[in-house]
């Protein structure tokens, strides 16, 4: 289930994510990014980072914050979990706490290392509700966090997002350049503060999510390679080189794949 947050929040949340898996066998799921940020709050049991050749298993934290991903990331459940994720906007959490997102680049930190006490409440809190409560209570602990903080100056970051969005994800650094009048060295550090990935990396991002729109409606008649170009790819061999380099599989396997959780989440074989 997703649910979206109320206006004042839009700025900072893009969604909120309510996923469930039954199954009691352990299960691998496949993380790849979507150009977001994410908070996880594991309510069942926890998930596992890894598990070595001894059967030894690195359990993450109950609830944890993952960062920009420059790749992907293959976690584990050993027994039913259900998440709810807060799937924060590309700059939302350094808007929100103040942090360079690049200092939590494709890594995972517990909550308690970045959010203050009142986090732990609410995560007891999340444990013991229904859905419908706990959009409540997430909304009003985002709510506070507004509150808390002053005001930033997102204009620079707001219109490049903006242009490369709407380029769905198809652009060069130089029309970036001229579209915002900012110079590619300023950009880049902006990026790197808010979003935690410099502009032609995320780019890339959004253009292999778009490339993920086009495959999901696509008409039954439209090949690959039609939909490549249309994703502003080059070629076919430029399309699934850029797709395994951020999901480990190729966009067939994906299509075939019926194990999505979201999008950037799907269930993967041993």
Known sequence: MQVSPPKELSPYIKHYLFLDNTETAVQKFRLFSDGNTGLVFSIKSKLISGINKYEIKEYLPTSFLYGQLNGFKDLYSE??????????????????????????????????DVFDEKIRTLQESLFQQKNSTRVQLLNSFFKSLIVAKPASNQFIIDHSLRFIINSKGHFSIKQLVEYTGYSERHLERKFKECIGLNPKKFGNVIRLHHFLKLLKDKSDDTNLTTICYDAGF????????????HTGITPTEYFYNTGKLTNNLIKRTF
Do not use: R, Y
């Open 79 to 112: 027994n039913e979990i259900t998440l709810i994720i807060v799937v924060f906007q590309p700059n939302g959490i350094h808007q929100l706490l103040g942090i360079p997102a690049n200092e939590f680049q494709d890594s995972i930190i517990p909550v308690e």
């Open 234 to 245: 080059s070629d076919q061999s430029h399309l699934i080189k850029e797709f395994k380099k």
